[in-house]
């Protein structure tokens, strides 16, 4: 009898080669800290040695996209980050291209909350270089 799979995380994208045991790390989230709940009202630095883009396909979702990606982030201590914000994640790679063509290979990362212009009341996850 064969089980139907409701939920798949691929890896679409990867700022390095990912061996085995990094791709099975990677794909399981349920250690990875929630951006969003670690960036409340004061900024949050971290440094960033590697990241991946998840493809998650979900027949659970209810309202919305069954496939839909999460953006992964690997600190220099280990420590795995995970959002789905496409506004943080857009400054992210600006940041990261920019400085691992000049060879920077840790990125010093600042990761802040700003108020939305298109919904009142409301923040976006988002990001610049740390101190």
């Known amino acids: 009898m064969s089980e139907n799979k409701t939920y798949s995380v691929k890896i679409t994208e990867s700022s390095k080669e990912l061996n085995a045991l990094e791709r099975v790390a990677y794909k399981n989230t349920s250690d990875a800290i929630k951006l969003d709940e670690v960036v409340k009202d004061e900024p949050f630095t971290v440094t960033i040695v590697d990241y991946a883009v998840l493809g998650i396909h979900n027949d659970k979702v209810k309202n919305g996209d069954k496939d839909y990606e999460q953006y992964l982030l690997i600190s220099d201590t280990g420590d795995k980050?995970?959002?789905?914000?496409?506004?943080?994640?857009?400054?992210?790679?600006?940041?990261?291209?920019?400085?691992?063509?000049?060879?920077?290979?840790?990125?010093?990362?600042?990761?802040?909350?700003?108020?939305?212009?298109?919904?009142?009341?409301?923040?976006?996850?988002?990001?610049?270089?740390?101190?």
């Open 81 to 131: 980050y995970i959002t789905g914000s496409p506004s943080f994640w857009t400054q992210f790679r600006d940041i990261y291209d920019e400085l691992s063509a000049d060879g920077i290979k840790e990125i010093p990362l600042k990761i802040f909350k700003l108020d939305s212009k298109n919904y009142s009341g409301k923040k976006f996850l988002t990001c610049g270089i740390g101190a």
